[in-house]
């Protein structure tokens, strides 16, 4: 086991190698240069020169290259050259908003996801498995900058009962700990703060749980109904043991491993940052600053956040394969 | 099988539907302990829950007190809430260009003078009068006594002179800092010739603590409109000392009625009154005022349909309607301050030919353009300056529509069947018209503009195709000279003609056509705009200006579409709010009811 861990983290890096590579170049190969957007319509060529070769962009590529993983092997990877703000403390200061709406959204996605699934396979072909799984193709299918302004609507314009969005009330004044304000709060013991943030959350984080409740709850039906059809359930019943005892004891062990692959994905993908959910919402994450970095052709924080992202991906797949031997233990690693 | 188990399932899941409504529900206004517990556990992992053991532990006296304070939203009347379309990029007016972060300086700093109220007059701001010599070189100004930065620091002479260092001299080591950071002063540059020896300034001296005295090199015809400009503002020295170089961490610290509390990336920025700021009268109405980053404009408008923010910039044209004829709302229009227009690249052999430019001018329809997609909120633009600017030709008298017409300018020109191929730069291509992929105040929808325009021209034999790419390549298309055919505008900075008019049409000291502006080289329109930006007074200038205005008109050098008055919402209790043409507003003067 342990071995097999050692393998898979050695493995992450030729992944990472070469995604910082494929991000290196693509940013520097598609038009548009970054003086001319830092200058907007007043460019001249002589500004534009200048802040071309301040930034270091006249330098040769690979040169431009080594420098930057040498430095991002250090823990720098490099300073905004729009806001010159170092993008390592900045990833530090914007991934907790990531973190806490990817928890809230896989949270939802989960207590709701899960028992519908497993209900819907369990009462396979009643009303209630043909209601969820057309709300599940529903979700699967919703455009989420459209729900989203929707949940505003209802629950922020009409009902008043949340906020549109952003992490705190307008007036409010915090000062965070880790920026995950939900821990922050408790830490400092402000129950006031912690509800707000709650109160902050909830829309955000039904809009993003949505899709990832669509899939795992089809996914947990599809599973479940694969083992329920299985000999050995039909002998647990024969046995005269409980529906929930079988249900729950027999067949949900053997359908999980399919769902944690899918819950795994979900979650490196929601915290990789969802860029539509924190633009309706404003919600400070990783995903807008990215986008938002990607049209201002600001380099260091496109490599950085990228980098980064990717390796929070393979590092929740790593996670998720070590999962797999917990959840079963008949899987080898070889 | 049996249901029971899926019952209570069922059950279940109404039960956290139900906890999650009350507790979403019960949160604006103070609840109750039980009602925090049970929420707890409905949204407590494990680690939540062992976090408020925690707390409990070693913090056990405040929670009682905490809850029964909550919650915390402060009283709305004490603060302004701003929703804006973006995150400033800096908070240090030198180094910036946008309005974004101009709105927040606008109440952090002040400079000499400012612009009045909803024009484009200077007037007075920390200088309290000024005084020029005849042949407009040298520039007095007497300054306010008694006026103090927020870090407690006196206003006087020698501030002033300490930040017109920063920015002018490149070995000032905060200036040296910012440049070596890949920051630009890039208005200083436009708006003073340069940096060190390239200033207009030959010397600036304090020559008491309330009197400065500029002495220029050759007299600017702009030189009060600059000095008005949202970005000439000043840092109290000490702090400008102090200060990181980072832009994140730049702490501002001006004269201005708010003072700087806090900025959260991505999030909003905090501002306090400032007790002793000196002008009494127009002392700060709100206790707070906080600028919000709402890049989505419908959610946005959802805010401000919500109460949670009291004004916003950014209103879709399809949106101006419904806030108008809501009185939830009020709409305030900002004065014309941009204009966009049509610009012809003259390395496309066809448009040398003046015939074939009045053409393209004659078969666009404005009025229903402008009708059509600026939400009410346009005006239809026969030259460069919006009327609001005092170098506007009142007299000028646009081409007229009429298709027919422009089709028989065309047959004149050698065209009898119309034109969709062009010469551009010595190839035969298809004639292709760029349109913005971003909307700007100029051009709010830029495609559906395009999409009409072209339509129009089509009727007169006119055959375009429209083409975009993403904003970054555009504009470096568009610098290299490279757009055959482009929709662009501009928005002013110092309410000063020349600030319109020749930043598209001076050309260097040898008359090189400007790349930039599609290699346009008019050499009477080009020395009579640099004739006109030496001569120090109004009266002298306006003519120049309405003059070109004339001859641009007359050459087609241009096509000019529309100005647009930006919309602003706010909600019905605000008060007080006044628009700028140059987007240079101040909050200390609105009040939330």
């Known amino acids: 086991m342990l071995r097999y861990v050692i393998k898979r983290v050695l493995t992450i890096v030729p992944v990472i190698l070469g995604v910082s590579i494929l991000v290196f170049g693509f940013i520097r190969v598609i038009p548009g240069d970054v003086a001319t957007v830092m200058l907007g319509e007043r460019a001249t060529p002589e500004n534009v020169a200048r802040i071309r070769e301040q930034l270091g962009l006249t330098k040769p590529l690979y040169e431009q290259y080594l420098i930057f993983m040498g430095n991002a092997l250090r823990g720098d990877l490099g300073t905004s050259v729009l806001r010159g703000e170092p993008v390592t403390q900045e990833i530090i200061r914007r991934f907790p908003a990531t973190i806490e709406l990817t928890l809230g959204a896989i949270l939802i996605a989960l207590v709701v996801g899960i028992p519908a699934g497993i209900i819907s396979a369990v009462r396979r072909g009643t009303w209630f498995d043909s209601l969820s799984m057309l709300v599940a193709l529903t979700g699967v299918s919703m455009p989420i900058f459209w729900l989203g302004l929707m949940l505003i609507l209802l629950f922020s314009v009409f009902l008043h009962i949340l906020p549109t969005g952003a992490r705190l009330d307008g007036a409010t004044r915090f000062e965070p700990i880790t920026n995950l304000l939900l821990l922050d709060s408790l830490l400092k013991g402000n129950i006031g703060i912690f509800f707000q943030t709650l109160r902050h959350l909830a829309l955000p984080a039904i809009a993003l749980g949505t899709i990832p409740m669509a899939i795992i709850a089809r996914m947990t039906r599809s599973a479940m109904l694969e083992v329920l059809n299985q000999d050995y359930i039909r002998t647990a019943h024969a046995k005269g043991l409980k529906e929930r005892a079988v249900v729950i004891n027999h067949a949900l062990r053997n359908a999980w491993l399919p769902v944690i692959t899918v819950v795994g994905l979900q979650v490196g993908r929601l915290l990789s940052g969802a860029i539509l959910t924190e633009t309706v919402f404003s919600w400070p994450g990783i995903g807008r600053w990215l986008v938002d970095a990607i049209y201002a052709r600001d380099f260091p924080i496109v490599q950085g956040v990228t980098l980064f992202i990717a390796i929070i991906f393979v590092g929740v797949n790593l996670v998720v394969d070590i999962l797999y031997a917990w959840v079963d233990p008949r899987i080898k690693f070889e | ?593």
């Not at chain 2, 009494?280 to 980053?293: G, L, S, T």
């Open chain 2, 1 to 593: 099988m049996s249901t029971v188990w899926t019952k209570r399932l069922l059950v279940l899941l109404g039960l956290v539907a139900i906890l999650a409504t009350v507790a979403a529900c019960a949160a604006p206004t103070a609840p109750p302990p039980q009602v925090v517990k049970e929420t707890v556990v409905v949204a407590g992992p494990t680690k939540i829950v062992e976090a408020t053991k925690i707390v409990e532990a070693t913090k056990i006296v405040e929670v009682p007190k905490v809850v029964t304070a909550t919650p915390p939203p402060a009283k709305v009347q004490d603060t302004f809430i701003f929703g804006a379309q973006g995150e400033p990029v800096c908070l240090d007016p030198a180094i910036i260009t946008d309005g974004i972060s101009g709105r927040v300086i606008n109440q952090i700093f002040e400079g000499l003078v400012k612009f009045d109220k909803d024009t484009t007059n200077v007037v007075p701001s920390l200088a309290e009068k000024w005084t020029t010599s005849d042949d407009g070189k040298v520039w007095t100004f007497t300054l306010r006594k008694g006026v103090k930065f927020h870090d407690g620091t006196d206003f006087n002479a020698d501030a002033v002179v300490k930040n017109f260092d920063y920015w002018q001299n490149t070995k000032n080591p905060a200036h040296a800092a910012q440049v070596k950071a890949g920051q630009t002063y890039e208005y200083f540059e436009a708006q003073f010739g340069g940096f060190d020896n390239d200033s207009i300034f030959a010397k600036i001296e304090a020559v008491d603590p309330t009197t400065v005295k500029f002495t220029l090199k050759e007299p600017q015809g702009p030189f009060l409109n600059n000095l008005a400009m949202f970005v000439f503002v000043f840092w109290s020295p000490p702090a400008l000392e102090k200060a990181p170089v980072e832009c994140a961490n730049r702490k501002p610290v001006g004269t201005g009625p708010y003072k700087f509390v806090e900025w959260k990336a991505n999030e909003q920025v905090t501002l306090e009154a400032f007790a002793d700021y000196w002008d009494k009268a127009n002392a700060p109405k709100m206790k707070k005022v906080v600028i919000r980053n709402i890049p989505n404009n419908s959610a946005r408008l959802l805010a401000l349909s919500a109460g949670e923010i009291h004004g916003m910039e950014g209103l879709e044209p399809r949106d101006v309607a419904a806030v108008k004829g809501n009185p939830k709302f009020k709409l305030i229009l900002r004065p014309a301050n941009t204009t966009g227009y049509v610009a012809f690249n003259y390395k496309v052999k066809e448009f040398q030919n003046l015939k074939v430019r009045q053409a393209f001018a004659q078969a666009i329809n404005k009025k229903p353009i402008v009708d059509s997609f600026f939400g009410g909120t346009g005006q239809v633009a026969n030259q460069f300056q919006p009327p609001a600017l005092w170098g506007y030709n009142k007299d000028l008298k646009d081409w007229t529509y009429d298709a027919a017409v422009a089709k028989k300018l065309l047959a004149d020109a050698g065209f009898p069947n119309g034109i969709s191929k062009v010469t551009f730069d010595g190839k035969e291509v298809p004639l292709e018209f760029w349109y913005m992929p971003v909307s700007r105040p100029y051009y709010p929808n830029p495609k559906d503009i395009a999409t009409a325009i072209a339509a129009d021209w089509a009727k007169a034999g006119i055959n375009v195709t429209l083409q975009t790419v993403d904003w970054a390549t555009y504009l470096d298309k568009r610098k290299n000279g490279l757009l055959p055919l482009y929709m662009l505008g501009w928005t002013g900075d110092n309410g000063d003609p020349d600030n319109f008019v020749c930043y598209f049409f001076c050309m260097d000291a040898k008359d090189t056509p400007i790349a930039r502006e599609g290699f346009v080289a008019d050499k009477e329109v080009s020395d009579l705009l640099k004739k006109a930006a030496v001569t120090t007074k109004q009266a002298d200038r306006a003519p120049m200006y309405q003059k070109a205005e004339q001859l641009i008109r007359d050459r087609v050098l241009r096509v000019f579409i529309a100005n647009n008055q930006p919309p602003l919402a706010f909600t019905a209790n605000v008060d007080g709010y006044i628009p700028n043409p140059t987007g240079t507003e101040f909050f200390n003067t609105v009040v939330v009811k």
